[in-house]
Nanobody, 125 residues
Framework: QVQLVESGGGLAQPGGSLRLSCVAS????????MAWFRQAPGQSREFVGS????????YVIDPVKGRFTISRDNAKNTVYLQMNSLKPEDTAVYYC??????????????????WGPGTQVTVSS
């Protein structure tokens, strides 16, 4: 049974940090590109960034560049999203997702095979 479970969300102050984790099971984690998406209230879900299965190369969208970092530990079947210098506009439900290994990055959510239930991140003073 495939499962993705996010953790690490919560309340943070502006300028603060959080680290999200996503533990995977039921599939060959190392063969999947992993990504983070987020959905703010009243908005559609958006791609935040990904880490490739093959090279480990990462990409994040411009609004979080320099603040968010994605990493993975294949031995632990876990992907991380380190979020620093948080802003109120980062408030959203954050989802991790897994995509069957491709040799190029794809942001479209319909191309992702498995999803976690999400974890709430709220940035507020």
């Amino acid at each position: 049974q495939v499962q993705l479970v996010e953790s690490g969300g919560g309340l943070a102050q502006p300028g603060g940090s959080l680290r999200l984790s996503c533990v995977a099971s039921g599939f060959t984690f190392s063969s999947y590109t992993m990504a983070w998406f987020r959905q703010a209230p009243g908005q559609s879900r958006e791609f935040v960034g990904s880490i490739m299965w093959s090279t480990g190369s990462t990409y994040v969208i411009d609004p979080v560049k320099g603040r968010f970092t994605i990493s993975r530990d294949n031995a632990k079947n876990t992907v991380y999203l380190q979020m620093n210098s948080l802003k109120p506009e980062d408030t959203a439900v954050y989802y991790c997702a897994a995509q069957t290994g491709r040799d190029y990055m794809v942001m479209a959510e319909e191309t992702y095979d498995y999803w976690g239930p999400g974890t709430q991140v709220t940035v507020s003073s």
